[in-house]
């Protein structure tokens, strides 16, 4: 039987367009799909043999979470200022003062207290010497204090929370 040229390649690429999604099926469902499958339960068994590992080191599951968690103690630090003089300096001179203590601590997390009179806590970031910021709050106050440096300016935004017993 005489055809066109092409009408032949036209049934050529027709039939390597179908060898090729029969063999990508063939891979997929008889070998990609049994090699995930292994992999998954490889790192399924791993984990479960790794936090076994952890919960026998003190047998507390905040001990093996703690371990897991290393990292984060990295990237916070807790700092005690110490005493100020509560009728010497106000918050604000206090803030100024803290803002200076925690330079070294450029880009990270500083959580931290400090006694002024009363307790007080605090969170702080610090970008550069010209951003950052300070949270203040105690169990004295009526509300949050947030200091805010911008363009090595130091800013006070203030909250008031209304009390009640509960």
């Given at each position: 039987m005489k055809h066109t040229i092409r009408?032949?390649?036209?049934?050529?690429?027709?039939?390597?367009?179908a060898v090729?999604?029969?063999a990508s099926?063939?891979?997929?469902?008889l070998c990609l799909e049994p090699y995930y499958m292994r992999e998954k339960r490889r790192t399924l068994i791993q984990a479960n043999?790794?936090?076994e590992e952890r919960l026998l080191g003190d047998g507390t599951v905040t001990g093996a979470i703690s371990s897991?968690?290393?990292?984060l103690f990295s990237l916070v630090r807790f700092y005690d200022i110490g005493k100020y003089d509560h009728t010497a300096m106000d918050l604000n001179a206090v803030d100024k003062d803290i803002y200076t203590r925690l330079l070294p601590y450029i880009g990270q997390t500083v959580i931290g207290k400090f006694v002024r009179g009363a307790n007080y806590d605090f969170i702080s970031s610090i970008g550069n010497e010209q951003y950052g910021f300070?949270?203040?709050?105690?169990y004295n106050g009526e509300g949050m204090y947030l200091y805010k440096m911008v363009r090595g300016k130091m800013y006070c935004s203030t909250t008031t929370w209304v009390m009640t017993e509960v």
């Open positions: 009408f032949k390649y036209t049934m050529i690429l027709a039939g390597v367009v090729v999604i029969g099926w063939t891979a997929i469902n043999d790794e936090l897991l968690n290393t990292g300070i949270v203040v709050i105690s």
